[in-house]
């Protein structure tokens, strides 16, 4: 029991002192530690949204994959078949060119 007295009045000297060196009354340090609490709180449930949001768009993302990768192979196929067509032309041309040198 000597040592919880003991316990209990090393935390009072200390929280005493602590509050004398920030020139604080106890009211002002449980309305600050509050304040810190709430804005803490309010922080994490901003966090906890935001990466909730970010999960969601992951997870659309992913989702969104087979038709990014039908569109892209859709580009490829258009792209091979338009140099397939241009490419008698582009011959053509560097024979020209290379008469004129």
Do not use: H
């Not at 989702?63 to 397939?84: G, H, L, N, Y």
């Amino acid at each position: 029991m000597k040592t919880v007295f003991k316990i209990v009045g090393a935390t009072a000297v200390v929280a005493g002192a602590y509050l004398y060196s920030r020139k604080e009354t106890p009211g002002e340090f449980v309305e600050r530690a509050k304040n810190t609490f709430n804005d803490k709180k309010q922080k994490a449930s901003d966090w906890k949204a935001a990466y909730d949001n970010f999960k969601q768009s992951i997870d659309y993302l992913t989702a969104q994959m087979p038709v990014v990768e039908k569109t892209i192979s859709d580009i490829q196929r258009d792209v091979d078949d338009a140099m397939f067509q241009i490419q008698p032309r582009l011959e053509e041309i560097s024979k020209y060119s290379d008469k004129m040198k």
